[in-house]
């Protein structure tokens, strides 16, 4: 008792104590110095590692209570919104390891593995982003394969992945390279009306080149003001391509009205040389030769070999010795050449690209110095450029034009070794200048190859094959490559005519029955009126028009049978259909009508013969039975 006394003394002393909570370890650690800085940056690391593995709890209270987030502090998104392109942050981990993947695939020259890869992991577990796909889309485009290109951005776009800038770039420079100019107009108001971007410099470029190569300068025009209205600084290259085109027409009063604008905009001061070599253009269409030398001096001094007024690149480089050769001053061109070779020092310098090259070719072409122009094109190689198929079909149709088939030739073969793929162009090239030569077995291989290719070749070439075996007597052939195209062409009747032509020039008027059959019998064809006339004059002149009457009404009669053919195995299969389903599953669910009424009269039958028999018993023995119930009860 004595010692629980005690015991509760001592306890009620501690509880009259004033109460202090222990020191803390943190506040006892940053009450006190640190040795050394090491310790001290020490010490912050470890807190910083602290706050990413335990997150302070106001972060984690706000994540375990969204609803009591105010509703208003974020705006409902509109789901008719346009959806915003991957910032460049979004090219890493596996997915910069599928970018470089296939961007060697590229390097490799493998654009169809490219391509298929890209579209396999649009729905992998490793979206590939869309700088991924713009790359394989402008490696298509530098090959000229613009069918393939809108075949992966129309599947890209249909996947979900949102185009930048640079996608609808590449799509307009498609359109604008395969002449469709009002179709890259549509889709560039479809970009400033829909896109959530505005468009670049590069594709006012873009648009405003095609324009003025097609013979649009007008609306060229119009397109730069809208770019300076939409805020646009005014572009050198922009006006170089409006003062290009207004050489190419012999306005050179338009070349200086556009120099002077864009120096107005610019401040006074025009530094970018690529708008010289248009200026000694309207200088030369003047007829004031003086003056574009004096351009020509100012922007590169020959004395001193250094640039003085302008700056100048590749692109300015080309336009000098587009107007040099163009105008009576090649041998200016070629020193001028060979001084841009020595100083191209890539990637530190470059003063010479693709272009450079394929000006001195054709100002070589253009002198008849056909040996110098291969040349030329063959040493690409030792300033890193490389030629792509529009510069092999240039060079090409040069050498084909000027009866150098053999040296043409040689070039396709080179396309081959460099892995450039020939185009459509390329093969009518070299099918042409066969045919000329007198070698029309040549002809038909390129054109074979040219399908074995994948290529599309459109009706005027196939006409021109067709003509050009024709004319040598190969109708077989022809005949032949008629048989491979009719399902792969929309022919209109001049081919038949063609084809059916020839074949009555060598006696085969069956052969042309035989097409017209194949003409009536295929749902896709059209046997026309005008085509029938011809067909029946023809004939008329053996005296077998009855044959083609006979033949019509056999292919409509073959016609009508397989259609009541047709319709009898439809009808037959429906009964067995329904046969197999009646064995199959009751007839309760079906209904047999015919059963369940028969069923139904002989239950009838039934209950009648009872009720008559129930009536039929006598009156005595009715009571009797009653009787017995009764006593039976009892």
């Given at each position: ?15 009259t ?7 803390s ?14 310790e001290a ?20 209270r ?21 959806k915003l ?15 470089n993947?296939?961007?060697t ?8 593995e ?14 590939p982003?869309v700088?991924?796909?713009n ?17 992966l ?6 996947a ?5 800038v640079v996608t609808?770039?590449?799509l ?5 390279d ?13 970009l ?10 590069t594709?006012y ?17 119009e ?43 610019m401040g006074?001061?025009v ?27 100012e ?36 020193n ?18 693709l ?7 054709d ?33 090409i ?33 070299l ?42 007597g ?45 003409l ?24 077998r ?11 409509e ?32 669910l ?14 009838v ?6 009720t ?22 009892e």
């Amino acid at each position: 008792m004595a010692l629980s006394k005690v015991i509760f003394l001592t306890h009620l002393k501690l509880l009259t104590k004033p109460h202090r909570p222990p020191p803390s370890s943190f506040v006892s650690l940053r009450s006190l110095s640190f040795a050394t800085p090491e310790e001290a940056a020490a010490e912050r690391r470890r807190r910083k590692r602290r706050l990413r593995i335990e997150p302070p709890l106001n972060s984690l209270r706000s994540q375990s209570h969204p609803q009591q987030q105010p509703h208003h502090s974020s705006p409902p998104k509109n789901p008719n919104a346009p959806k915003l392109p991957e910032p460049v942050t979004a090219l890493t981990g596996n997915r910069l390891v599928l970018h470089n993947k296939i961007l060697t695939l590229i390097r490799l020259n493998d654009l169809d593995e490219a391509a298929l890869l890209t579209r396999h992991s649009v729905y992998s577990n490793c979206r590939p982003t869309v700088f991924t796909c713009n790359a394989v889309m402008a490696a298509l485009l530098r090959q000229s394969r613009y069918s393939d290109l809108l075949s992966l951005h129309r599947f890209v776009n249909q996947a979900g992945i949102a185009a930048n800038v640079v996608t609808h770039n590449l799509l307009i420079n498609a359109y604008v390279d395969c002449r469709k100019t009002d179709t890259a107009l549509e889709h560039y108001k479809q970009l400033i009306n829909d896109a959530p971007f505005n468009p670049s410099p590069t594709t006012y470029r873009i648009l405003i080149k095609g324009l003025v190569d097609n013979n649009k300068l007008d609306r060229a025009i119009e397109l730069k003001d809208e770019m300076l209205v939409k805020g646009l600084d005014a572009d050198p290259i922009v006006y170089h391509y409006l003062m290009l085109g207004q050489a190419r027409v012999g306005n050179g009063d338009g070349v200086f009205g556009l120099f002077e604008e864009l120096k107005e905009k610019m401040g006074g001061v025009v530094s970018d040389g690529v708008v010289c070599g248009d200026l000694m253009k309207g200088y030369f269409l003047r007829g004031m030769e003086k003056e574009a030398m004096e351009v020509y001096n100012e922007a590169y001094d020959e004395a001193a070999g250094q640039v003085l007024k302008y700056r100048m690149s590749a692109v300015a480089y080309n336009s000098v010795l587009d107007a040099l050769s163009k105008n009576g001053k090649f041998d200016e061109a070629v020193n001028l050449f060979g001084r841009m070779m020595a100083k191209h020092d890539p990637p530190m310098k470059l003063s010479v690209n693709l272009g450079s090259f394929n000006v001195m070719v054709d100002g070589y072409c253009a002198g008849g110095r056909f040996e110098d122009a291969i040349r030329v094109f063959n040493s690409m190689g030792e300033m890193r450029c490389r030629p792509d198929t529009l510069s092999y079909n240039n060079l090409i149709e040069q050498l084909c034009n000027n009866g150098m088939l053999a040296e043409a030739e040689e070039l396709y073969k080179q396309m081959g070794e460099k892995g450039v793929s020939p185009d459509e162009f390329t093969f009518v090239l070299l099918m042409d200048s066969c045919f000329r030569d007198g070698r029309p077995d040549d002809a038909a291989g390129y054109f074979k190859t040219m399908i074995d290719s994948k290529l599309r070749p459109n009706l005027g070439v196939y006409n021109r094959l067709i003509e050009g075996l024709v004319k040598v007597g190969k109708v077989d052939e022809a005949k032949s490559f008629y048989e491979l195209m009719v399902g792969k062409l929309k022919m209109d009747d001049a081919s038949y005519e063609l084809m059916m032509k020839a074949l009555f020039g060598t006696g085969k008027a069956d052969e042309v029955l035989a097409m017209v059959g194949g003409l009536l019998r295929d749902e896709g064809l059209e046997f026309s009126a005008e085509l029938q006339e011809f067909v029946k004059g023809e004939l008329g002149k053996e005296g077998r028009e009855e044959d083609l009457v006979k033949l019509m009404e056999d292919v409509e009669r073959e016609k009508a049978e397989a259609a009541a053919k047709e319709a009898e195995a439809a009808e037959k299969a429906k009964a067995s259909a329904r046969a197999a389903v009646s064995s199959l599953l009751p007839s309760k669910l079906f209904g047999n009508k015919e059963e369940e009424k028969a069923e139904e009269e002989e239950s009838v039958a039934e209950t009648a013969s009872e009720t008559d028999s129930v009536d039929a018993v006598p009156v005595e023995e009715a009571t009797v039975g009653e009787n017995r119930s009764e006593a039976t009860s009892e």
